[in-house]
C-alpha cells in the first residue's frame, strides 16, 4: 500500500485556520485519503475522507491536489480540542485492514 | 446509540500470564478491526473478524495472540504467555457492511502494562 509524509509536529494558535499537509507521491487510482485523529488518551476518531474533489464536513476541509499527489487538511478554526495526533492514511475504501497509521502529525494549539 | 466499547480500560500482568481484551462493536456493526499501538508509535492493523470468522489476520504476531469473534457476545483478543514487549494500548474498531459511510469507529482502548 502506498505510504504518506507529514510533519511530524506543526504549531497553532487558537481560533486561527491550520492546514495540515500530507505528501502521497505513489497513490494509486483507487486509493482514498482518508484523516483520522487521536486525542491524548483517547482511540483514533474519523475526520474526513476523499477521493479526486475536495470535501468539506462540519469538522473539516480536505483539499486535494490535482494530480493527487498530496492534500491538505483544513481546519477552519482551531480550538484547544483540536489538539491531537493528525494521520493521513491512503487506503481503498472500506479496506480499513489495510491502514497504515504512520506517524502522523502532532497538532499543538496555543490559546 | 453507545460506541465501540472495550474492556478493560488498563489490565497489569505479570510476565507468562494470559491477558483477555474484549470489545463489543457499535450496534448494527458486523466487522471487527484489532490495532496495536506501542508507545509514541502509530497503530498497527493486527486482525480484521467478521462474526465466526478470520477475515485478514496478516498483522498478527505468529505465536501466542489469537482472536475471535463469535456469533453471541464481544470479539476477544488473547495474549498468551504475555512478555513485557507486549505492553501496549490496543484498539478496537467497527464498521457497518461496506457501503455505507466509509468510516471507522475506534474505542477507547485497552492498555497493557507487563511487569
Known amino acids: 500500500d502506498a505510504k504518506t509524509t507529514q510533519p511530524n509536529s506543526m504549531e497553532s494558535n487558537e481560533e486561527e485556520p491550520v492546514h495540515l499537509p500530507c505528501n502521497h507521491s505513489t497513490i494509486s487510482g483507487t486509493d482514498y485519503i482518508h484523516w483520522y485523529r487521536q486525542l ?29 499527489k498530496s492534500s491538505t487538511l483544513i ?11 493528525y494521520y493521513c492514511i491512503l487506503s481503498k475504501l472500506y479496506n480499513f485492514n489495510k491502514f497504515y497509521f504512520g506517524s502522523g502529525t502532532k497538532l499543538n494549539v496555543k490559546p | 446509540n453507545a460506541g465501540v466499547m472495550q474492556n478493560p480500560r488498563h489490565l497489569v500482568r505479570r510476565r507468562g500470564q494470559e491477558a483477555r481484551l474484549r470489545c463489543s462493536p457499535m450496534k448494527g456493526h458486523s466487522h471487527v478491526y484489532w490495532y496495536r499501538q506501542l508507545p509514541e508509535e502509530g497503530l498497527k492493523f493486527m486482525v480484521y473478524l467478521q462474526k465466526e470468522n478470520i477475515i485478514d489476520e496478516s498483522g498478527m504476531p505468529k505465536e501466542r495472540f489469537s482472536a475471535e469473534f463469535p456469533k453471541e457476545g464481544p470479539s476477544i483478543l488473547r495474549i498468551q504467555q504475555v512478555v513485557r514487549g507486549d505492553s501496549a494500548a490496543y484498539f478496537c474498531a467497527s464498521s457497518p457492511s461496506p457501503g455505507s459511510t466509509g468510516e471507522l469507529f475506534f474505542g477507547e482502548g485497552s492498555r497493557l502494562t507487563v511487569l
Open chain 1, 40 to 68: 491524548p488518551s483517547q482511540g483514533p476518531e474519523y475526520v474526513i475522507h476523499g477521493l479526486t474533489s475536495n470535501v468539506n464536513n462540519r469538522m473539516a476541509s480536505l483539499a486535494i491536489a490535482e494530480d493527487r
Open chain 1, 75 to 85: 481546519l477552519h478554526r482551531a480550538t484547544l480540542r483540536d489538539a491531537a495526533v
